[in-house]
């Protein structure tokens, strides 16, 4: 029974999340990685990000762990996108992992 609510419960989460991953999907492909990113990462949002570090840090390390690895890499592409703007306070939040257990940027 336990596997069947928990089966339930990631059919949904797909089915929630699989318009805004074909929509990404689609952007990357017709403009590219850099003209479809769009976010947290993208806008240069510490708190939006500290946020996210903050829930999943609680809810599972792991996913925390793969969010950083992530964002990080997206932010290669934001200051490629947008040189004009200054990423290093969101880079330092996605290395150091005591600033969002902490809720510094809270």
Not at 15 to 32: C, V
Not at 64 to 77: C, M
């Amino acid at each position: 029974l336990a596997s069947s609510a928990a089966s339930d419960v990631y059919k949904r989460q797909v089915k929630a999340l699989t318009p805004l991953m074909r929509g990404n999907i689609s952007a990357i492909i017709a403009s590219g990685p850099a003209a479809a990113l769009t976010g947290p990462i993208e806008r240069n949002d510490l708190n939006t990000v500290a946020g996210h570090l903050h829930a999943l840090e609680r809810a599972d390390p792991q996913t925390a762990e793969l969010y950083r690895f992530l964002s990080s890499r997206l932010v290669k592409i934001a200051c490629d996108k947008h040189p004009d703007r200054d990423y290093t306070e969101l880079k330092e939040l996605l290395t150091d992992e005591r600033k969002s257990l902490k809720g510094e940027r809270q």
